[in-house]
Structure formats: structure tokens, C-alpha cells
């Protein structure tokens, strides 16, 4: 049963657009991730945030900006994009103080083109 | 920073053959999962095992943690079980981020 949904599943855009990807999760965790998939199929953190608090910023781009307006919610908004911005886009959620398993969306698909 | 190689990079059985994918790590992990990602691209955790062995169904994941590695037994491998199987840990301190591995490409032929 899905718990973290996102949308949208796939986006096309061309470069220099600003795009917006969203993600919910319905858990109760106080914990939401942003990772990236590239090419080549491996997954790094991008974000996390912790009761809206950003407490990981991993070496992204400056025109890659989380936003969360509750626990349950955090966005992701490219400005700009790039077309090594080119990936998925996964969200996930987790309760932090446990280190608990964490949960993923099923990912936005970006294509720049 | 933290590196989790695993292997092999890809797997090739016959359906009902066992498969043992590993996992190794170069930090002290505090949380190790096991994912499934299917062709389709969703991930799936299949097992949380930071320690010790767990087991759920056909899966049987042993975690030597003072060694930094970490096994995923598949018994009587189905076609079903076809994607990429990834590794990833946390450490201490990390708020929980994961590092991934690049992941094992299993494919179950019938």
C-alpha cells in the first residue's frame, strides 16, 4: 500500500524552465528525504528535512530549493534547469531519533530537454 | 565519506536457483536496508537489518556489522524477483541519510 505519493510520474521540460515536484506522505514520520537517480542508476541524498528544518544539505546546485510547509509535505523546486538535472527524483520519510526504515515515493522522472 | 560496494553487479539463474548478493561497507552502519527496484523504477525496502539475521519469506539478509558487510540470501529465486536489488547504510550521526550502493541486476530466466 503506498504511503509516500508524488507527483508528477514523469515531466518534460526544456532547459532554463523551472519545474516543481511534490511529495506526501502520510506516515506520521517526522522525517522526509529527496534523493536523485542518475543515468547510471545510483541514488544519492539530495535533502533532508526534520519537522520542516532542513538538517542535510548535500553539494547541490543552488537552483535545486526543498520546500515544506508541514511534516507530511516536502516539495522540491528546480530553477533553471539543467540538462544533467536529467533523473528521478525520489522522496522518501523516516522517523529520524529511530533511524527507522525508510519509505520512498515512486519517483518523478525529469527529462530535460 | 562513506562508500557501500556490493556484488555482484549483475546475476543471471534459472528459476528455483538460490542467489547470494552482497554488500560492503566502509563506515560503522548504525541502519542497513535492503531495497528492490523494479524494472518500472519504484523501490521497495525488503529488509531493515542493521545486526544479526532477519528473515521474511524467501529472503534471509545476515548482517556482520564489526566486519561492514552484509548478505541477502534469495532462495528458490522466482521470475518475479527480475530487477535491482540495492544496499544501503547510514552511520551515526548522519540524520539518517542513506548511501546507496550501485545496486546487483538479478534476472530469473523461466
Known amino acids: 500500500e503506498t504511503a509516500v505519493f508524488q507527483t508528477p510520474n514523469y515531466h518534460v521540460t526544456q532547459v532554463g524552465n523551472e519545474v516543481s515536484f511534490n511529495c506526501k506522505q502520510t506516515?506520521?514520520?517526522?522525517?522526509m528525504y529527496w534523493y536523485k537517480q542518475d543515468s547510471k542508476k545510483l541514488l544519492k541524498i539530495m535533502f533532508s528535512?526534520?519537522?520542516?528544518?532542513?538538517?542535510v544539505n548535500e553539494t547541490v546546485p543552488r537552483r535545486f530549493s526543498p520546500q515544506s510547509s508541514d511534516k507530511a509535505h516536502l516539495n522540491l523546486r528546480i530553477k533553471s534547469v539543467e540538462p544533467e538535472d536529467s533523473a528521478v527524483y525520489l522522496c522518501a520519510s523516516s522517523h529520524r531519533d529511530r533511524e527507522d526504515t525508510q519509505y520512498f515515493g515512486p519517483g518523478t522522472r525529469l527529462l530535460v530537454l | 565519506g562513506q562508500q557501500v560496494q556490493q556484488s555482484p553487479a549483475s546475476l543471471v539463474l534459472q528459476e528455483g536457483e538460490n542467489a547470494e548478493l552482497q554488500c560492503n561497507f566502509s563506515?560503522?552502519?548504525?541502519?542497513l536496508q535492503w531495497f528492490y527496484q523494479s524494472p518500472g523504477g519504484s523501490l521497495v525496502s525488503l529488509l531493515s537489518?542493521?545486526?544479526g539475521t532477519k528473515h521474511t519469506g524467501r529472503l534471509t539478509s545476515t548482517t556482520v556489522t564489526k566486519e561492514r558487510r552484509s548478505s541477502l540470501h534469495i532462495s528458490s529465486s522466482q521470475t518475479t524477483d527480475s530487477g535491482t536489488y540495492l544496499c544501503?547504510?547510514?552511520?551515526?550521526?548522519?540524520?539518517?541519510?542513506?548511501?546507496f550502493g550501485a545496486g546487483t541486476r538479478l534476472a530469473v530466466c523461466p
Open positions: 537489518n542493521p545486526s
Open positions: 563506515s560503522t552502519a548504525t541502519q
Open positions: 506516515l506520521g514520520h517526522d522525517t
Open positions: 528535512y526534520n519537522n520542516k528544518q532542513l538538517i
Open positions: 544501503a547504510i547510514s552511520v551515526s550521526g548522519s540524520f539518517n541519510k542513506l548511501t
